[in-house]
């Protein structure tokens, strides 16, 4: 049995912190890593923020279009255990990726935060009705309206939903172990959701590179896939 299944069979109530490499398996490119998105040249985090979106709404929509939509991508292990175990009431995750491939997985909606929205939710920002992925892939505007498309995800510059981080903040106060994957542990608030656990909640974090993780974390360096291959559901 490995380190990880020990630990997640051990637990009471586990969160898992998940971030873009637990979908790297699944196709989709991560953030930061050497050819991840933000290697491709240009400004990402302008293209991706909301004062794009309001000044230079084609160049927003181009790039979620070319670079963050992908239809094609299926859930992977990863995905598929953790949905287990919300399924099983054991387990909450709470991730930062907007693909919607945990909820493609069958995970329990009641225990899944989308902390940074889902991609495949489009509404129109004049009427506030929404359109299916399809007609947001064909054209930027509201074929009924003629206003302006864009995904429900937060963009650089806005705020996170009060009620996410409410959940969130209630769910890590309420574990018992916590299990950080595919993640670089930089981006805020999202990493400071830790700070909530209570004192003597386990941590762990399942990463390709280390990360920084407080005294009591344990780091398991490796593909995430092949750990979770391991992991008894």
Known sequence: MSELNELLHAAQKIVFLTGAGVSTASG??????????????????????????VNEPEKHYEFVKN??????????????????LTRNNKADIITQNVDGLHLAAGVN????VEFHGNIHYIYCQKCGHTVSLEDYLTSMYHKDCGGIL?????????????????????????????????????????????????????????????????PQGKMITGDAVKEFEQVEV
């Open 109 to 112: 909606a009641q225990h899944l």
């Open 67 to 84: 670079n963050m939509i992908h239809p094609e991508a299926k859930p992977n292990i990863i995905h598929e255990k953790m949905a287990a």
């Open 28 to 53: 989709i490119p991560d953030y930061r890593s050497k050819n991840g998105l933000y290697s491709t040249g240009g400004s990402p985090e302008y293209l991706l923020s909301h004062n794009c979106l």
């Open 150 to 214: 864009r995904t429900d995800i937060v963009l650089y510059e806005e705020a996170i939903d009060t009620q996410k981080v409410e959940k969130a903040v209630t769910a890590i106060s309420q574990a018992d172990l916590l299990v950080v994957v595919g993640t670089s542990f930089v981006v805020y608030p999202f990493a400071s959701l830790i700070q909530y656990a209570s004192p003597d909640t386990k941590m762990v974090a399942v990463n390709r590179d280390a990360i920084t993780l407080p």
